[in-house]
């Protein structure tokens, strides 16, 4: 029912940047929480970023950076039901598969949807 759709990502060099955005094609109610993960090969599926419905934010350490506002930043437009994902000095170990997810609902009553993901790869 629900598709999300992303779009922004491609080759890069280091210390480059990006920004990824997810929509949805569908109607959502009840969005419990977007974010983004990331996947390389040979390694599994791994967290990014998150943003609850109640706007608090989560960061994987990989990204933050040596100070407290790191090298990406989430963001969504409710209106649009859309996510984005700002990547900032893009670093090699960056290369991945970026996949928006989107909850709905809380508990066992909860859906996910993936998007088909998007490769961003980060040339030295």
């Known amino acids: 029912q629900v598709q999300l759709v992303e779009s922004g990502g491609g080759l890069v060099q280091a210390g480059g940047s990006l920004r990824l955005s997810c929509a949805a094609s569908?109607?959502?109610?009840?969005?419990?929480?977007m974010g983004w993960y990331r996947q390389a090969p040979g390694k599994q599926r791994e967290l990014v970023a998150s943003?609850?419905?109640?706007?608090?934010?989560?960061?994987?350490?990989?990204v933050k950076g040596d100070s407290v506002k790191g090298r990406f930043t989430i963001s969504r437009d409710n209106a649009k039901n859309t996510v984005y994902l700002q990547m900032n000095s893009l670093k090699p170990e960056d290369t991945a598969v970026y996949y928006c997810?989107?909850?709905?609902?809380?508990?066992?009553?909860?859906?996910?949807?993936w998007g088909q993901g998007t490769q961003v790869t980060v040339s030295s």
């Open positions: 569908g109607r959502i109610f009840r969005l419990n929480a």
């Open positions: 997810n989107f909850r709905i609902g809380e508990g066992l009553r909860a859906v996910e949807y």
């Open positions: 943003i609850t419905s109640d706007s608090k934010v989560n960061y994987a350490d990989s």
